[in-house]
């Protein structure tokens, strides 16, 4: 069974180092690290997590979208493991949208993205991958392969204004979510 890692908060110098490229994608090593990534990215409520987060300098990222009260509008998705991924293209058009963060807890941001992004990619069974994500998947990757070049979602605020607590968060998005439900 998995087990549950500790998330490295914001502080840790590991969030702000650049991951190594994993060299044997196999391993028993790799392979259980990623099933640990799996298990402690959902038993933290989180949509995705990459392996600096949890303490180890490797270019893995896990994407694990569902609608949850974080992201209510999130896609769901198995968790899927991209291993030393690299951005191949990607949309001139950016869209702002709120993000938080298994690294630093109880902090929103507006970020700007890129809206679809082209990624190439190593699954977990070693195999070259290519895949286009769209509007949150979109968001989602860029997030998660922050982590594995030494950057967090509050590095990529065009403000500060634009940093808000969860508290508050939370109480737009129930506003938002009562007013979208009177509007049927």
Request: proline content about 5%; hydrophobic content about 40%; glycine content about 4%.
């Amino acid at each position: 069974m998995p087990q549950h890692l500790e998330i490295f908060q914001l502080g840790a110098p590991i969030i702000r180092m650049v991951a190594k490229r994993v060299s044997d994608i196999k391993a028993s090593e790799v392979q259980a690290l990623i099933d640990e990534m799996i298990y402690t990215c959902l038993e933290s409520k989180g949509v995705g997590i990459a392996a600096p987060q949890i303490g180890h300098s490797l270019a893995i990222m896990i994407m694990a979208s569902y609608p949850n009260t974080r992201y209510p509008y999130a896609p769901k998705m198995e968790p899927m493991a991209l291993i030393n991924p690299k951005v191949i293209d990607y949309s001139e058009e950016q869209i702002k949208d709120w993000e938080g963060c298994l690294s630093l807890p109880g902090i929103r941001a507006r970020v700007p993205r890129h809206t679809h992004i082209e990624v190439l990619y190593y699954d977990r069974e070693g195999k070259e991958q290519t895949v286009i994500f769209r509007d949150f998947l979109a968001r989602l990757f860029q997030h998660e392969y922050d982590h594995l070049i030494g950057k967090v979602f509050i590095d990529r605020v065009e403000s500060t204004q634009e940093i808000i607590m969860e508290k508050e968060y939370q109480r737009l998005m129930n506003a938002k979510l009562s007013k979208n439900e009177s509007s049927f």
